[in-house]
């Protein structure tokens, strides 16, 4: 029955057949071939446009061909031009499909530059090797051992909060002042400090002699960055998330930072943990904003330190707090790939995983770093030559305490430096010692080299706990949907 039907079928559909394809597939039986299994062409193929290339025409492996089939015989392009049969049956078996699909006449290598690849579907291109090599030198020696980032790119209003604080005037002179005082610390303090990020403000203020302040930090042996983005701002569509402005002339910006001397960038997003967030448009846009930063400062040569920073608003425990934090580590370094970034001259700048700040459950250091060094171990690459830990608003004590346990751990592999990079848990015992009074200068130093020695030794797992006494205390210093 099925061999009377079909061939009736095929009759039957015989216009359709013609009209709508340019290719009859004879795997269907009839009275001439009960079991035919050739290609019948009854139409000519469409040509593709001249200015379309195949997704297949870049190979990473074979170099581009001469001797390529004509466009005209698409698909059907047979070897030594068969001769076609009374019904356009092809008397040789048809090429393999991929051997007849045209290749492009140029190809990555025909550019010359060997910095450029070539994948199935796209051009990729990474720094030249030399700018490759600054950039790995660089971030290796921001995350040497025993050494971390002071984070004292606080903004105007940011700033004027924390003078607040000490009943100090927020003032552009006010503000010179005490970043003067951070910057003209003892030399001694490059031992445990290997970079400080800058604001825009600080990075052209000058001294009391006229020095400028990026250059006394230089004369110290510490590399300046600065702070790129401009603030959060919200994400529309979302349920209270954000995203982070400032891409538009980032790359004239990054260029002009380099030629004034700094060497690294930090650039920050926020994401918050709800009932619903952070969302998958949320995680997606953020990890997308942090990958065209990182590429645009490493093609203008800044490494760029890439926060994501998941914040302790809310009531989730540790667990929940885990299983986002790992979350957005996958969006941010997803992202960072599909933009190609040089990752060995990358730095990330995560939030240690801790519980809500309203989560009636207390955890300790150990849980803390188990939960920490798990979440990093799947989630970041090897290649990234560090990690510098946010405070987040802890204490200066809690945020020390949480990085010697950190290095401490022995809950997962760790291959990068796990430093710090902290601003008020570096800074709030200064402020406090300072209190605005040009005769406190001193004191205030002190406190720096305090604070900056026990961090250093917390990198390297060496800090012992409760051995550090700030002006500051065990105060906390977290702040409610935190910006700056």
Not at 156 to 172: F, H, P, Q
Not at 476 to 484: E, P, Q, R, W
Request: aromatic fraction near 6%.
């Amino acid at each position: 029955m099925f061999i009377d039907v079909v061939p009736r079928l095929i009759e039957m559909d015989k216009v359709s057949l013609r009209r709508n394809s340019p290719f009859s597939i004879a795997c269907l039986p009839s009275h001439e071939h009960p079991y035919p299994s050739r290609v019948f062409p009854l139409a000519k193929p469409r040509q593709r446009p001249r200015d379309t290339v195949s997704p297949l025409a870049f190979s990473p492996i074979s170099p581009p061909s001469s001797n390529r089939a004509p466009e005209s015989e698409g698909l059907c392009a047979c070897a030594d031009g068969a001769k076609r049969g009374d019904e356009g049956r092809l008397k040789e078996r048809p090429r393999d499909i991929a051997a007849a699909i045209p290749r492009s006449a140029h190809s990555v290598a025909s550019h010359g530059h060997s910095h450029i690849r070539s994948t199935m579907t796209t051009y990729f291109s990474y720094p030249e090797p030399a700018l490759r090599e600054e950039l790995r030198r660089i971030a290796n020696a921001i995350v040497a051992p025993g050494k971390g980032i002071l984070a004292a790119d606080e903004s105007v209003s940011t700033m004027g909060k924390r003078l607040a604080d000490i009943n100090v005037e927020n003032t552009e002179e006010n503000r010179r002042k005490y970043r003067q005082l951070l910057f003209t610390a003892d030399k001694t303090v490059a031992e445990n400090i290997s970079g400080v990020i800058l604001f825009h403000e600080t990075l052209y203020q000058k001294a009391d002699d006229g020095t400028p302040l990026v250059n006394l930090i230089k004369e110290r042996g510490i590399i300046p960055g600065i702070k790129v983005d401009k603030g959060v701002v919200p994400l529309m569509g979302s349920e209270g998330e954000s995203t982070t402005q400032g891409l538009d002339d980032l790359s004239q910006r990054c260029a002009q930072y380099k030629k004034d001397g700094c060497d690294f960038a930090k650039w920050r997003c926020v994401l918050k943990i709800g009932k619903n967030t952070p969302s998958y448009q949320g995680m997606l846009e953020n990890a997308n904003v942090l990958a065209r930063y990182a590429s645009i400062c490493q093609m203008n040569g800044l490494v760029p330190i890439v926060e994501p920073e998941v914040l302790p608003d809310g009531d989730h425990d540790l667990d929940r707090a885990q299983k986002v934090t790992e979350t957005v580590l996958a969006f941010v370094y997803k992202a960072l790939n599909d933009h190609h970034v040089y990752l060995e001259g990358t730095l990330l700048k995560p939030n240690m995983v801790t519980a809500g700040q309203s989560c009636p459950k207390k955890y300790t250091p150990q849980e803390v770093a188990k939960a920490t060094v798990v979440a990093l171990s799947r989630t970041m690459p090897a290649a990234v030559p560090g990690v510098t830990f946010l405070s987040g608003g802890q204490s200066e004590e809690e945020a020390s305490v949480h990085l010697d346990a950190i290095n401490k751990s022995t809950d997962a592999k760790k291959p990068w430096a796990l430093t710090f990079s902290y601003g008020r848990a570096l800074q709030a015992s200064v402020l406090r010692a300072w209190g605005g009074k040009d005769e406190n200068v001193k004191a205030g130093q002190e406190q720096l080299m305090m604070r900056a020695k026990a961090n250093g030794n917390a990198s390297l797992g060496k800090y012992e706990w409760g051995s550090c006494k700030g002006f500051a205390g065990d105060a906390g210093l977290f702040i409610k949907d935190h910006a700056y």
